[in-house]
């Protein structure tokens, strides 16, 4: 990589998911150095276990993604995940509805289209992106293979209101429509939609317990760290530095 910043975020990302997967490890002490990984048929990296019959180590899924200025990973048991952030004052060099048109499906650009206040449409199609982003890499099979024209990405409120009429403040739950496969594909997806520390929205999507067999589907516990690879760990859950916007239900 060429760039002294290209470079030491390269290495933060590695040191963060080596260190993230290696402190989930309840049954035994893993060095983080030797966890090996491996790619999926569609390129998402996945930890390689080592057979050993005296450990037992939970089935851990993990994903990451990165701005400029912030790295996250997301790391779940038995549930495939994805994760995405953005920063909140990210710029498009396009129209935003001309973008939209390109990538978004019908009824996320006629949403987009009926909100007048540009700042408010720009948010708002910031974190439609990032919540596409996070169900793409939760199913594992990248853009090319899941284009984000193929599925919408609806805002539930109590009303069943349209973006223009949600009110800001307003947390709302998140469901996803596919064109591919409704029924499999979009019942069993869980999202949380979060703004961090006031700069970066983050979508999250993990697949549904499975183990309810019908009765419904559990609540996403989540719990947020900040975390400086081997210099600082601190837990920013219920603080002014995670703020619910959507999900989590």
């Known amino acids: 990589m060429r760039g002294d910043q290209l470079q030491k975020r390269a290495l933060l990302a590695r040191a ?63 549930s495939p995940i ?64 899941t284009p984000f024209k193929t599925f919408t990405i609806r805002f539930r409120t109590a009303t069943e209101g349209h973006l223009s009429e949600r009110r800001d403040s307003e947390v709302f739950d998140v469901v996803v429509d596919s064109f591919d496969d409704p029924k499999n594909l979009t019942s069993n997806w869980q999202f949380a939609l979060l703004e961090l520390v006031g700069s970066h929205y983050a979508a999250i999507c993990i697949e549904g317990d499975r183990t309810t067999r019908g009765k419904g589907t559990l609540p996403m516990k989540l719990t947020v760290w900040r975390t400086i690879p081997f210099v600082e760990d601190e837990c920013v859950s219920g603080t002014d530095d995670v703020v619910t916007i959507g999900g989590l239900t």
């Open 82 to 145: 994805g994760i995405d952030v953005e920063e909140k004052q990210r710029k498009l060099k396009n129209n935003i509805l001309a973008f939209a048109q390109r990538y978004f499906s019908p009824y996320e650009v006629e949403l987009l289209a009926a909100i007048s206040d540009p700042e408010f449409q720009r948010q708002e199609f910031v974190k439609l992106w990032t919540l596409k982003e996070a169900y793409v890499k939760a199913l594992g099979r990248g853009f090319s293979a």
């Open 16 to 78: 963060l998911v080596r260190t993230t997967i290696a402190r989930y490890q309840t049954n035994c002490q893993v060095d983080p150095r030797s966890l090996k990984f491996k790619k999926n048929i569609y390129g998402k990296p996945e930890v390689e276990w080592q057979d050993a019959d005296d450990l037992h180590l939970p089935p851990l899924h993990f994903n990451i993604s990165h701005t400029s200025s912030l790295i996250a990973c997301g790391v779940t048991v038995n």
